[in-house]
Antibody, heavy 120, light 107 residues
Framework: EVQLVESGGGLVQPGRSLRLSCAAS????????MHWVRQAPGKGLEWVSG????????GYADSVKGRFTISRDNANNSLYLQMNSLRAEDTALYYC?????????????WGQGTLVTVSS | DIQMTQSPSSLSASVGDRVTITCRAS??????LNWYQQKPGKAPKLLIY???SLQSGVPSRFSGSGSGTDFTLTISGLQPEDFATYYC?????????FGGGTKVEIK
């Protein structure tokens, strides 16, 4: 069974940093692209960032470009999101999602999410 | 960026109804369109990929159609467990984007 477990969320002050992690199991991690998607409270879904299996292709939403960095450790089946210069509008539930063999594909499955709250 | 516009933003329907949700892309995306279902407090679930392919395990009452810029998700015979929010997502561009969502509520 494919499992994705996010961690690292919490309460952080504006301007500070946070690193999210996603532990993957149940599939050959280094065969698939991986993504972060977020959902602000009561709002819709927003794709944040994605990384190809070989890390040569990486993409970011305009809203986080230059502040967030996605990375992966294929040896340890883990995905990361380094979030710097956090803003109140980054407050959201952050989901890790398994992509396809290529970057441009659907997300299945998703983890249960980790909540990031940016507030002073 | 490719903008995805869903309509309606919400709808009320009864069990057994046929429900149609539309999604329009700001430019042609071929058939690179996926549909998700999200229930309150739960992670989204992939229903349809490549515009019309049913994800494994998804009931056959769900179907998708369209190509280019206009797409449709149809639920034929709405069931109690189908009351949820539905999102479309384009996977044509490496800057992946979602529609704003359609909440399906009980009439």
């Amino acid at each position: 069974e494919v499992q994705l477990v996010e961690s690292g969320g919490g309460l952080v002050q504006p301007g500070r940093s946070l690193r999210l992690s996603c532990a993957a199991s149940g599939f050959t991690f280094d065969d698939y692209a991986m993504h972060w998607v977020r959902q602000a409270p009561g709002k819709g879904l927003e794709w944040v960032s994605g990384i190809s299996w070989h890390t040569s292709s990486i993409g970011y939403a305009d809203s986080v470009k230059g502040r967030f960095t996605i990375s992966r450790d294929n040896a340890n089946n883990s995905l990361y999101l380094q979030m710097n210069s956090l803003r109140a509008e980054d407050t959201a539930l952050y989901y890790c999602a398994k992509g396809g063999v290529i970057m441009t594909s659907g997300f299945d499955p998703w983890g249960q999410g980790t909540l990031v709250t940016v507030s002073s | 960026d490719i903008q995805m516009t869903q309509s309606p933003s919400s709808l009320s329907a009864s069990v057994g109804d046929r429900v149609t949700i539309t999604c329009r892309a700001s430019q042609s995306i071929s058939n690179d369109l996926n549909w998700y279902q999200q229930k309150p407090g739960k992670a989204p679930k992939l229903l349809i990929y490549a515009a019309s392919s049913l994800q494994s395990g998804v009931p056959s009452r769900f179907s998708g159609s369209g190509s280019g810029t206009d797409f449709t998700l149809t639920i034929s015979g709405l069931q109690p467990e189908d009351f949820a929010t539905y999102y479309c997502q384009q996977s044509y561009s490496t800057l992946l984007t979602f529609g704003g969502g359609t909440k399906v509520e009980i009439k």
